[in-house]
């Protein structure tokens, strides 16, 4: 009877454990099938939640081809952590046909043969439209939804950043805003003399304070300079490096933030910006939408163009958010249809209107509060995408050379001088 | 004679291998495996899933030893081993002292343990109210002729020493509870026949508390290391997740983090951030092991 027990029980129990050792390890992601077509099914996984205003746009739009064509949308509304998911359902083969992906985003996703070439795309006609959609999307926008790899999204969505200002109080700032950095830091001694606050920054986001010394540098030394910093430390040589430092040295030494700036607590800043406590805030272009539950009545948020510096570069800022296609989809053809039908004016007209975000087609006017934003995108002569893509392009470098490095230029901490000699020495030290 | 003792021995050692069986392949599939494909990754250059892993020998190793803000962060990470912990166990060791007697006790202890079970992100949002420049803390400073001492304290500069702070106010209370339990089985004549001696409280606390609670110390102290070690949420709590935490605030934990993820923009680095991991566990190691033998003592029987 021992004897029997012990025989049986232990392999009973090794059987369970060996049950519940793969029971883990199935715990994956689920496939949400992108199965042969007889009827075809799209699977489509988005960084959108429902209730937001891109997934109703978006949710109309896929209802409406769904009846136009029988092609059934699997779509699920994952939020803004759906990139993990991505990738690692993409890793087993389980990856969905069509996912949002951002121009900053693509050669990660790249990394993990997920994105598939669309530039053929553009000579495809938009459905209804009947406009090739090459011809409404910038070049500047294709350019910024590029890598090495080609063509990686069809863009929904472009993003930017500028100096935000509220139009009621300073409507002047609308029709005229300072054109150069010497006449923004003017405008801010004048608002400080007369006893407010010119800028409002959240100095506990790094990347926020670094949008300063990024667009200073493109300025002073076009694009490419920033992510020049990155690449070697030969990068830190060129003036136009000092230059922008020391420009970033003369706007901190004058005292034109808010007191203890470096130690708010995101979002603090931006929310007392938007109680007109301070007259202007470096952001995004996301930056109305984030404040718009804080604004104080009438208050009409806007964003002007970083101004420019005496023989510098003017220019425009262009990151993009759209959709990639995964290479192992089995209905590309498919896929790139239902994209060429959400990319109809009607529906780019309502990322505009209802999501208050500029919409990549050139036949569609922003909202008015980045009206200056996307004119500057349309008349660039040269373009960068956001952070000169040095965040994307040496992301650890970023992380541990450049934004501790400009935190301590931007704290007052270090000088111009200090800040191009440590950089390039930290950047040679840095494997 | 010794044959068939052997022989009984070896039967009873024998009937363990199938019922020791079933936990070890869970332990091996789910612990052993998983940590040696980790030592693995921690000598490749690899973005995680989907991406192939490139073998760079001890690269990793070599850029973290080379990293200042790694060697920040290590060095943060100790520091609050070690200063959190003497301020934790100092603060333990005062309650001891002072609770044993006092009336209310237990309501004490459980008041203590409170801000244990709080979540992080509870925390987190406190600490917007309090310390922003413009929080709770300044303003009450300020309004009783303070001024002077107002600060920045979420700024470069003190954020550190807040977050220390934090971790102790958390955990303090954890430890009491552990300690406490301890004391209360201390038989109350021992401290009876000290005081007729005329031993003080601190002698009382030095002859008869401290040597009886020592193995639940040494349990402690092993606890703090190995939690302190992994300092990771209340950072991001008091830093926010729409910025990379300043050097000055990173723990080794954090700086893994990003590693992980890439930061706020940027490509994971899963071959670093597995090689922080390996460091981590010696470190925990290392310190655990000299603990032990530190606070190594035979358990007082009563």
Redesign the interface.
Known sequence: MPRSI??R???A??W???A??MA?GACGTKETGTKAPTHPTITYWSSWRVGEPQQKIFADGIAAYEKATGVTVNVRWLGRDYGTSV??A???GKGPDIFDDTS??I??FR????VLDVGSMMDMTIPNDNVKLGSVLPTAVQKASSDAGGLGLIPFTLGSSGIWFDAATHPEWAADPPATFDDLLATAEKIKAAGGVPFAQ???????NAYWIYWLLVRHGGPGTLAALGKSPAGWDNPAVLAAAQDDERLVKAGLF???????????AQNQWAQRKEAMNINGTWLNSETAPDQVSGFQAQMFQFPTVPGGSDSAEVGTEGWSINPKSPNVADDEQFLLFMMQKQYMTRISTEALNMSPRSDVPAPPMLAAAQKAILAATSVQP??DNA??LY??W????F??LD?QLF?GKITAEQFVSMGKS?TA??? | MARSVGGVRGERDR?YV??L???L??YT??FIAPAAVTIWYSFTKW?????TAHYNGL?NY??ML?????LTAFRNTLILVVVGGAFVFALTFLTMVVMREMRGRSFVRSMLFVPCILSPIAIGTA??FL?????ALNQVLSDVGLHSLT??????D??FKCIIAAVVWISTGFYVAIMMSRVDAIPEDLYETARLAGANRLEQFRYITFPLTRDALSTGAVLWVIGAVKTFEIVIAF??T???P??QARSAAVEQY??VT????????LG?AAAIGVVMFLLTAVLVVALRRLLRSEAVEL
């Open positions: 012990r025989g029980l232990p392999r129990g090794v369970l454990a060996l519940a050792t883990v990738k690692d993409g890793a087993v900053d985003h050669s990660d990394s993990h043969g997920l959240d100095g506990s986001v790094d990347g926020y808010e007191p203890d700036y470096m130690a708010t607590k995101y979002p603090a956001t952070d965040s994307n992301s650890g970023w992380n541990d050379v934004l501790p935190n704290a930290q030290s840095y494997k | 009937i199938p019922y069986l079933p936990a392949l869970i599939f789910l973005q995680g899933l989907g991406t690269a070599r850029a080379s990293n200042s803000v790694f600490v917007g310390l922003n420049p413009d929080g600060r920045g304290w979420l700024g470069p003190l954020i830093t926010g729409a910025g990379n300043p050097i990003l590693a890439g930061g706020v923009s940027g490509t994971p680095e670093s």
